[in-house]
């Protein structure tokens, strides 16, 4: 674990139900190995905006690195916010996920201010990228 323990960020299920979300898992050989979602955000605070869309539990098995199906997960997660109204995509990540920093930024995405839970937290880099 990159982390050394449990991830406490809250986090609702019902979140992710639409119109105000979308949760995507990614199977290969009927099992699953890739998933992410993004859940809706309608009022200004932070660096977040009214439209936006938060992606959140984007992963990806050890197994399963290295085909691109993080970029299919993410590009779906877009579109599907896009389909949605929703303006702008926003996520956090941590320092310690190098590979995820590198997809965010070769997709497009650019840095922003922290946010939220992740506001005071030195270990996480929030990004941003209009729809």
Not at 39 to 47: I, L, V
Not at 72 to 96: D, F, N, Q, Y
Request: glycine residues 12%; aromatic residues 10%.
């Amino acid at each position: 674990m990159r982390y050394g323990g449990e991830d406490h960020t809250p986090v609702d299920p019902a979140q992710f139900a639409a119109p105000l979300g979308h949760f995507v898992v990614g199977y290969l050989d009927d099992a699953p190995v890739a998933c992410g979602g993004w859940r809706a955000h309608d009022e200004a605070r932070d660096s977040l905006r009214p439209g936006d869309a938060e992606i959140k539990r984007m992963y990806t098995t050890d197994s399963a690195r290295g085909r691109g199906l993080s970029r299919v997960v993410l590009a779906g997660l877009e579109s599907s916010a896009r389909a949605a109204g929703r303006t702008r995509m926003v996520l956090e990540t941590g320092r310690p996920q190098p590979e995820a920093i590198g997809l965010y930024q070769s997709s497009g995405y650019r840095r922003i201010d922290n946010f939220g839970y992740y506001r005071e937290n030195p270990d996480s880099l929030c990004f941003a990228k209009e729809l």
